[in-house]
């Protein structure tokens, strides 16, 4: 049977993807502001949770084929990930992201929140890290959201674009009906002069769901420390 002839624009596709794959390598090998320029610039003419997407899945396979440097690849990939938002995102705008996290450990349990908050040269400038006891997980979302506006304003952001994993909180934050549960977070809100909350993949939340978990973690330790020194 004579082999089909590959149409053209797959093959358009294919190269464009071999090309993103092999600007996106780069950085991933070799995380300077350079090569971060260059996939910054993508964002003009690529969807960006799609960039995020192929930036996280290129870190896995290089991460499996460079095990030596495994760990500077998966730390290039997060800074990739949150450029590639901030990127994207309204100039002027600074860029947030918020996640809370509920872990165990030898039987305990405690929700923290993290979150990270860029300002509008892409500058990590506050990371917010808080134990929040045992919220229920969607009251909890809340909570962290919150923390990450008020740390926005104490770095004098008027404009932020927030993102959360938590679609659920984005959704009826959209629909813009009245529930107290909201109250504190738009009373925040009408502070700056626009707040756009949206919605991003778990995965590429990672950032901000670490910082929650190490925090969390950390008292978890602290707690059962304590407790075999008392016995």
């Known amino acids: 049977?004579?082999?089909?002839?590959?149409?053209?624009?797959?093959?358009a596709r294919r190269s464009v993807a071999g090309q993103l794959n092999e600007v996106m390598d780069r950085y991933l090998l070799d995380a300077t502001e350079?090569?971060?320029?260059?996939?910054?610039?993508?964002?003009?003419?690529?969807?960006?949770?799609?960039?995020?997407?192929?930036?996280?899945?290129?870190?896995?396979?290089?991460?499996?084929?460079n095990r030596t440097h495994s760990a500077d690849i998966l730390r290039a990939r997060d800074t990739?990930?949150?450029?590639?938002?901030?990127?994207?995102?309204?100039k002027g705008s600074f860029?947030?992201?918020?996640?809370?996290?509920?872990?165990?450990?030898?039987?305990?349990?405690?929700?923290?929140?993290g979150g990270l908050l860029l300002d509008p040269q892409h500058r990590v400038v506050a990371r917010v890290a808080k134990i929040i006891g045992h919220s229920a997980a969607?009251?909890?979302?809340?909570?962290?959201?919150?923390a990450l506006l008020q740390t926005a304003l104490r770095h004098g952001a008027e404009r932020i674009q927030a993102y959360t994993d938590?679609?659920?909180?984005?959704?009826?934050?959209?629909?813009?009906?009245?529930?107290?549960?909201?109250?504190k977070l738009r009373t925040l809100a009408r502070r700056f002069?626009?707040?756009?909350?949206?919605?991003?993949p778990r995965l590429h939340n990672q950032s901000a769901n670490h910082i929650a978990r190490t925090i969390a973690l950390r008292r978890l330790v602290a707690a059962a420390a304590k407790k075999t020194a008392m016995h």
């Open 138 to 146: 969607f009251e909890a979302e809340i909570v962290a959201c919150v």
């Open 34 to 65: 350079r090569h971060l320029d260059v996939c910054r610039r993508l964002c003009s003419v690529h969807n960006v949770t799609a960039l995020a997407e192929r930036a996280r899945r290129r870190a896995t396979v290089l991460s499996k084929t």
């Open 166 to 183: 938590c679609g659920a909180l984005v959704s009826l934050w959209s629909a813009k009906r009245h529930d107290p549960r909201l109250l």
């Open 1 to 11: 049977m004579p082999l089909r002839a590959i149409p053209t624009s797959a093959l």
């Open 80 to 90: 990739l990930i949150l450029q590639l938002y901030a990127e994207a995102a309204p």
């Open 95 to 113: 860029c947030g992201w918020c996640d809370a996290s509920s872990i165990e450990y030898r039987g305990q349990r405690v929700a923290a929140l």
């Open 193 to 200: 002069r626009h707040v756009d909350l949206r919605m991003i």
